[in-house]
């Protein structure tokens, strides 16, 4: 069963905000919310993860709700490279069966 | 650092022959994965291992094995390949708790 539900995919103009929301209802007190991103064929890559804080850094913010069942990644300004297939996971400390879902897949448009 | 690097790049296979697709990564990372992505799919975990001399299934392990000889190393083996394992095959690595660093990709095509 799919721990996380996204949306399909997402358009943003480049230099907006892209805020990208994820679904995690069932999401237990120990389980961490990772971000990955793909681009294009490449191998993911590892973006941001949060717990019950939000984080912030040098590539985007986690917001995480109160009751933890929702997230958003926040892409402050996106760029034309900032084109690729988000991907929400949700893992506890000591799993490491990541589950990729679908993801959404952001289309930053010019 | 090269971080993760996956030998071959691509690789085409006939029905029935064996390859190793050979993965290694140079940030002692005790953790590494295997995955398969087909296309227009998420990743899906073949076989991971938490450290050198063990390996676990993931979810779709049958029709390929895993070999954790070095901590460095990774190796996942075909032994008889099928038209279904045609895919894009990804390796990563992760400290015990981290995120995880991926490979750039094995393209196999099994016709």
């Known amino acids: 069963d799919a721990k996380t539900t996204q949306p399909t995919s997402m358009d943003c103009a480049e230099g907006r905000a892209a805020n990208l929301p994820c679904n995690h209802s069932?999401?237990?007190?120990?389980?961490?919310v990772y971000w990955y991103r793909q681009i294009h064929s490449q191998g993911p890559q590892y973006i941001i993860h949060?717990?019950?804080n939000n984080e912030t850094n040098e590539m985007a913010s986690l917001i995480i709700t109160e009751d933890r069942k929702s997230s958003t990644l926040i892409l402050p300004h996106a760029t034309l490279r900032d084109t690729a297939v988000y991907y929400c996971?949700?893992?506890?400390?000591?799993?490491?069966?990541?589950?990729f879902g679908p993801g959404t897949r952001l289309s930053v448009l010019p | 650092n090269a971080g993760v690097t996956q030998t071959p790049k691509f690789r085409v296979l006939k029905t029935g022959q064996s390859m190793t697709l050979l993965c290694a990564q140079d940030?002692?990372?005790?953790?590494m994965y295997w995955y398969r992505q087909d296309p227009g799919m998420g990743l899906r975990l073949i076989h991971y291992?938490?450290?050198?001399?063990?390996?676990a299934k993931g979810e779709v392990p049958d029709g390929y094995n895993v070999s954790r000889l070095k901590k460095q190393n990774f190796l996942l083996g075909l032994e008889s390949a099928a038209p279904s394992q045609t895919s894009v095959y990804f390796c990563?690595?992760?400290?015990?708790?981290?995120?995880?660093?991926f490979g750039p990709g094995t393209r196999l095509t099994v016709t």
């Open positions: 990563a690595s992760s400290r015990i708790l981290g995120e995880q660093y």
């Open positions: 069932t999401i237990s007190g120990n389980e961490y």
């Open positions: 949060g717990l019950k």
């Open positions: 996971i949700v893992i506890d400390n000591y799993g490491q069966n990541f589950v």
């Open positions: 940030m002692n990372h005790e953790y």
């Open positions: 291992s938490v450290g050198e001399g063990t390996t």
